[in-house]
């Protein structure tokens, strides 16, 4: 399975290039950001991604901070969507009544002679059925806000995979949580995570000294000291804070000051950009042990 960094910035795609040429980041571009940069993903820097797959922008759309039509979204992916090695349909009904706006968006995308992957938003009506059934489709995409719990997300998946047809594969998007991808057989999902935690002051680094299953610790950096939740750490008095700063050093040539200096938020989202890349490893490895498929 492959984990995708959401509207990944030129800035760090260049430098974690620079860092780790030999381990390419999978990047989602979404058409309602980045847009000053999108010519230079699509095109002159594009060796340094291994997939690029592009959101049509519906659910900035949706919540009403990007405004963009349907027709707007197929003139942009009849121009760059071969750039791509997906692109998803313009879904900008989120509730779990929107199939047939959803699906409307999708028809007229297919008669422009587009071909995007369709976005589920209910798991437990006709939505799935259909698209499995149809025959048509390699990807299934999970959109739905349902799907913030586990047995939902399981039965979307069983629903499309183990009952209809296991040759579909399915994106889950905004979702990374590593308990939840070592049980399903989810090829795709994409995050965030890379920028919003360091915009919350905060790394995220695995730590192997941990007793629980998921070692993920988030350790605040910025700002004053403050009451952390469980498996929240404070990067002065972190327990492990000599290992951490090797790790650093070793990794990126940072130093704590680096994270506190005037590049702080850049230097945390490469922090955080290389974990969710070693995540991307360490669910492979452990679906591996599980006998979970990788796709």
């Known amino acids: 399975m492959r984990i995708f960094q959401a509207s990944l910035n030129l800035k760090v795609l260049k430098h974690y290039y620079h860092l780790f040429p030999d381990d390419l980041l999978n990047v989602l571009l979404s058409v309602a950001y980045n847009q000053a940069e999108r010519g230079d993903l699509l095109t002159t820097y594009r060796y340094m991604m291994d997939e690029?797959?592009?959101?049509s922008g519906a659910w900035s759309a949706a919540k009403g901070t990007f405004h963009i039509t349907v027709e707007q979204v197929i003139a942009i992916f009849k121009l760059c969507g071969q750039l791509v090695?997906?692109?998803f349909n313009f879904d900008t009904d989120f509730s779990d009544k929107g199939f047939e706006n959803n699906i409307?968006?999708?028809i007229k995308m297919e008669r422009a002679g587009l071909h995007p992957v369709p976005v589920v938003h209910n798991f437990f009506d006709r939505e799935i059925e259909?698209?499995?059934k149809s025959g048509k489709y390699d990807w299934l995409a999970l959109g739905s806000t349902q799907s913030t719990n586990f047995g939902n997300l399981r039965y979307a998946v069983d629903r499309i995979q183990t009952w209809g047809n296991p040759n579909i594969k399915t994106h889950w998007f905004g979702g990374s949580k590593y308990e939840w991808l070592v049980k399903l057989p989810i090829a795709a999902c994409d995050t965030t995570s890379w920028v919003k935690t360091g915009g919350f002051g905060k790394i995220k680094y695995w730590n192997p000294h941990e007793d629980k299953f998921n070692k993920t610790h988030a350790i605040y950096v910025g700002g004053l000291?403050?009451?952390q939740k469980d498996g929240e750490y404070h990067f002065v008095t972190y327990p492990w804070r000599q290992e951490l700063e090797e790790y650093l050093f070793q990794t990126f040539n940072i130093t704590y000051a680096d994270l506190c200096g005037y590049d702080d938020k850049f230097?945390?989202?490469m922090v955080n950009t290389r974990f969710y890349a070693e995540l991307e490893r360490r669910i492979n490895a452990e679906r591996v042990k599980r006998g979970i498929p990788l796709e």
Not at 52 to 55: E, K, M, P, V
Request: hydrophobic share 40%; glycine share 0%; net charge neutral.
């Open 267 to 269: 230097w945390m989202q």
């Open 130 to 132: 259909y698209y499995v």
């Open 85 to 87: 090695n997906r692109y």
């Open 52 to 55: 690029l797959i592009a959101d």
């Open 104 to 106: 409307a968006n999708q």
């Open 225 to 227: 000291v403050k009451d």
